[in-house]
């Protein structure tokens, strides 16, 4: 999520990368042509910088929506920039067309926004109290235990089925957009109500919606409700197989129960290594053995029969309640989280993105390293996670390649190729 919201500054021009190394060398000039995919970033949110695309190094940006005020906007930007095929990220073009994805959802930050009407315990009921009653239920500590107004001073919430329902016209209104940004976070509070001050303040040139510089409240949202929000959201990904760009702060461990819960019982057959020569030799033995000896055999081989069709069975075919890719977005979380993911039972495939402001930015980078070098190399996407494009997301961009080509051990040009493979992936699949 990019720092608008979080109240932290964007970095500074200072932070780009050096035209030379540590040693003083020159670096390698940097292989733009090669095609460098921005896979989370947030430029609606500074809509004057939209106009900067067209001119950008980067390939394509898969642009991100977050809450009611974005959601147009990030259509209307897609309408006029977006890409309309796979074929147009193969190589540079300098039209207008071809230079992002668009991704629609709700993240985590908003979640108290929106009431969950699907479920047979709704929070709200259209009426002022029962504004404060919904806010209370879905906040922590709850807001009326201090000050009722602040309840007063948030918006009215929305249902999740609208919500849901205008994600999923714009979803088929752009074929390839994906659902993002979604997730979980138990570090973040709701910002103070506005004050006379706070709105002079104000920055015009941002989108609505964000904390632009207020303080913190005491308030976190419950990680009960986030959880329902985010998998209404997996479950619409899954029935229209679409990826997700998913958020996850200090929140790890429930993350991945409160995805894996949406795949239980579709999960990939994992066989045994001496199951799997248990297999081979009952096929061997099948195939060699006459009807009756079949008969005599019984149990055995029909178990081994029963092994060997399940080694073999095709994909599941039609929607499912997960979505079939998933981008953990700046991932912060430790190796063991990694290797849940790259589960071979996981019947999702899992992508881990890595970004300069969010990885190194908030002094996480040896365990940044730590995870790129356990991500495998098809795995693994780069982002900028700014909310303004232009040159400054160039240079992050630029930033984080070089950096996971080194850490990676990969040639610069090798390594942005293998990146740019994994997007297509990641996005079109």
């Keep these: 999520m990019c720092r608008q919201h979080s109240g932290e500054p964007e970095p500074s021009d200072s932070g780009a990368p050096s035209s030379h190394n540590d040693a003083g060398a020159p670096l390698e000039p940097f292989p733009w042509d090669a095609g460098v995919f921005d896979a989370h970033c947030h430029p609606t949110d500074a809509m004057a910088s939209i106009a ?3 001119d950008m190094k980067a390939r394509v940006l898969t642009v991100m929506s977050t809450r009611s005020q974005d959601q147009t906007l990030v259509s209307d930007v897609a309408s006029r920039y977006g890409v309309r095929d796979s074929n147009m990220t193969m190589s540079p073009h300098s039209s207008d067309e071809g230079r992002l994805v668009p991704c629609f959802g709700w993240h985590p930050w908003f979640a108290y926004q929106i009431y969950d009407d699907l479920s047979s315990n709704s929070t709200y009921d259209g009426t002022p109290s029962g504004k404060i009653s919904h806010y209370d239920k879905i906040l922590a500590p709850p807001p009326s235990s201090k000050d009722v107004s602040f309840s007063e001073g948030l918006p009215d919430p929305r249902p999740l089925s609208e919500f849901l329902q205008e994600t999923r016209s714009r979803l088929e209104k752009h074929p390839l957009a994906l659902i993002g940004e979604i997730g979980l ?3 973040f509070r709701l910002p103070q109500s506005w004050t006379s001050a706070n709105e002079f303040k104000r920055d015009e040139g941002l989108t609505p919606g964000g904390r632009e510089g207020r303080l913190l409240s005491p308030h976190r949202v419950q990680m009960s409700h986030q959880a329902a929000i985010l998998q209404a959201q997996l479950r619409l990904a899954g029935e229209m197989d679409r990826a997700v760009s998913v958020h996850g702060v200090q929140a790890h461990g429930v993350l991945y129960d409160t995805i894996a819960k949406l795949w239980k019982g579709h999960e990939k057959v994992v066989v045994s290594r001496r199951d799997q020569k248990r297999v081979a030799e009952g096929a061997e033995d099948f195939s060699s053995s006459s009807e009756d000896e079949m008969e005599d055999e019984g149990h055995t081989n029909s ?13 599941e075919q039609g929607p499912k309640p997960y979505p ?5 977005h700046s991932f912060s979380g430790p190796v063991e989280v990694v290797k849940q993911y790259l589960h071979p039972s996981v019947p999702a495939k899992v992508f881990f993105s890595f970004s300069i402001v969010i990885n190194w930015g908030t002094g996480g980078g040896d365990k940044a390293e730590e995870a790129i070098r356990a991500v495998p190399d098809d795995r693994i996407l780069v982002e900028s996670d700014l909310h303004t494009a232009g040159e400054r997301m160039d240079q992050y961009l630029e930033e984080i390649c070089r950096r996971i080509c080194k850490i990676k051990g990969w040639g610069l040009r090798e390594g942005v190729e293998q990146l740019g493979r994994n997007w297509r992936e990641f996005v079109f699949g």
């Design 52 to 54: 900067s695309i067209p």
């Design 185 to 187: 976070d138990k570090a």
């Design 303 to 315: 178990t081994n029969r029963r092994k060997q069709k399940k080694v073999n069975s095709a994909p």
């Design 324 to 328: 079939p890719r998933i981008c953990m």
